[in-house]
T-cell receptor
Framework: GENVEQHPSTLSVQEGDSAVIKCTYS??????FPWYKQELGKRPQLIID?????GEKKDQRIAVTLNKTAKHFSLHITETQPEDSAVYFC??????????FGKGTTLSVSS | DAGITQSPRHKVTETGTPVTLRCHQT?????MYWYRQDPGHGLRLIHY???????DKGEVSDGYSVSRSKTEDFLLTLESATSSQTSVYFC??????????FGDGTRLSIL
């Protein structure tokens, strides 16, 4: 089955800096790669996703890149703000099937 | 998310007792999922359903059973709870043309 590795497990940046979180997956059949943000005590919420027919997708300060050959994808957050502090999870699956998640990255943005 | 209701939101029980968690959706989504979240492990898939009476095991299904007799309800049962099942349990729903999204979670403590 699918296995997703996520790095780093913790990431501390200064406000205004960029943050990058990386994930690798094992199943070449996976074609859907979402990213979820979870604030303390809350449910995970989708922030951006990408399908395997696209190499990059942007939404304001957030971007995701995908390298299907290498089986890795990354989340990029630019101009970080304190409210970006949260746990971020990557996931992989075939579209419409159960997501398999990485173990999460705790991002801390200090002002 | 108003479309997904998990109950109870919090529960404390004793080892060896049966426990049932309920996930109710009002969005008529085909797929429903149960995950558990533990520190250092991220979100791990327990069981999922792709229709009424159609369920399958996830990566951590031992000690859990599920049932789905109606589209809107997906029940997770711990037949004889153990302390290792202390966790936060999230239900999620999805369908072929929409990304998966989560309920608010149930915090379960087994003493």
């Amino acid at each position: 089955g699918e296995n997703v590795e996520q790095h780093p497990s913790t990431l501390s940046v200064q406000e205004g800096d960029s943050a990058v979180i990386k994930c690798t997956y094992s199943d070449s059949a996976s074609n859907y790669f979402p990213w979820y943000k979870q604030e303390l005590g809350k449910r995970p919420q989708l922030i951006i996703d990408i399908r395997s027919n696209v190499g990059e997708k942007k939404d304001q300060r957030i971007a995701v890149t995908l390298n299907k050959t290498a089986k890795h994808f990354s989340l990029h957050i630019t101009e970080t703000q304190p409210e970006d502090s949260a746990v971020y999870f990557c996931a992989a699956s075939m579209w419409g099937t159960a997501l398999i998640f990485g173990k999460g990255t705790t991002l801390s943005v200090s002002s | 998310d108003a479309g997904i209701t998990q109950s109870p939101r919090h529960k404390v029980t004793e080892t060896g007792t049966p426990v049932t968690l309920r996930c109710h959706q009002t969005e008529n989504h085909r797929y429903m999922y149960w995950y558990r979240q533990d520190p250092g492990h991220g979100l791990r898939l327990i069981h999922y359903s792709y229709g009424v009476k159609d369920t399958d095991k996830g990566e951590v299904s031992d000690g859990y059973s599920v049932s789905r007799s109606k589209t809107e309800d997906f029940l997770l049962t711990l037949e004889s709870a153990t302390s290792s099942q202390t966790s936060v349990y999230f239900c999620a729903i999805g369908r072929e043309d929409q990304p998966q999204h989560f309920g608010d979670g149930t915090r379960l403590s087994i003493l």
